[in-house]
């Protein structure tokens, strides 16, 4: 017969989404910085799929987290630990019709020149002055912050998946993982890569709104917003 303890804690409850960014919001203060998903395997209360069951992508809490303490005074300092919200143009901005202006109503796109290379948009993130443009800048950005994010990388190869690694779990304890690097989390689809065949896709931007659960999405350009912009 099971103690009244384990007849508790043996059933499957849903944890409420608060107690989760409360959590989520507590290792932000203690660090003063956002955590990785890794370190909060490590030292959150909760397991991050939890998180990706209640709030979709790990780069997306930020942002959830803001509209939940906007109007907490308690969570003011962690608050300011945040990126600032990304402001979108409105499709339709209003036209005053009071102006008149000389400029063109669309960017003018310079002709690109085929004998040099296309560079992303600066991001001074260390060494690396632009954000990656394809598939061997994320690998070259993921190898520059694998140590910090809690992984060893074990090897690097041209066939599928792309790097065998081990990532730390607990303290003291490591397992090893498969990792495929994509410059675009769907370009795992349009590369016609199967689900069962790795554990993680590293890539420099998720879009890939029906990424099954089974399989952790690294997202760079968020992970690095949580980072130190130099090694200094």
Same mark, same amino acid.
């Given at each position: ?47 991050? %799929? ?12 930020? &942002?959830?987290? *803001?509209?939940? =303490? +906007?109007? @907490? ?76 994010? %809690? ?12 790097? &065998?690694?081990? *990532?730390?779990? =607990? +303290?003291? @304890? ?59």
């Amino acid at each position: 017969m099971l103690s009244p303890l384990l007849e508790l804690t043996s059933i499957n409850q849903r944890i409420p989404p608060e107690d989760l960014l409360n959590d989520w919001g507590q290792l932000t203060r203690t660090l003063a910085r956002i955590p990785t998903r890794n370190e909060y395997k490590i030292q959150g209360s909760y397991s991050p %799929g939890v998180f990706d069951r209640n709030f979709g992508p790990w780069s997306s809490i930020p &942002e959830i987290f *803001r509209k939940f =303490a +906007l109007d @907490k005074s308690e969570w003011s300092d962690v608050l300011a630990l945040l990126p600032a919200p990304i402001s979108l143009p409105s499709p339709h901005p209003p036209v005053n019709s009071s102006l008149v202006s000389t400029r063109p109503t669309q960017m003018t796109r310079s002709p690109r020149l085929a004998d040099r290379p296309t560079y992303g948009d600066p991001i001074d993130f260390r060494g690396l002055r632009h954000e990656p443009v394809n598939e061997d800048g994320v690998v070259f950005l993921f190898g520059m912050v694998a140590r910090e994010l %809690g992984y060893l990388v074990e090897a690097v190869q041209a066939g599928f998946p792309d790097c &065998e690694a081990k *990532r730390q779990i =607990a +303290l003291g @304890k490591w397992q090893r993982v498969r990792i495929e690097f994509e410059f675009e989390s769907r370009n795992f689809v349009e590369h016609g890569h199967p689900v069962d065949g790795c554990d993680i896709i590293v890539c420099w931007r998720h879009n890939w709104s029906d990424c099954p659960g089974s399989v952790e999405v690294v997202e760079l350009a968020s992970v690095i917003r949580s980072l130190p912009r130099s090694d200094e």
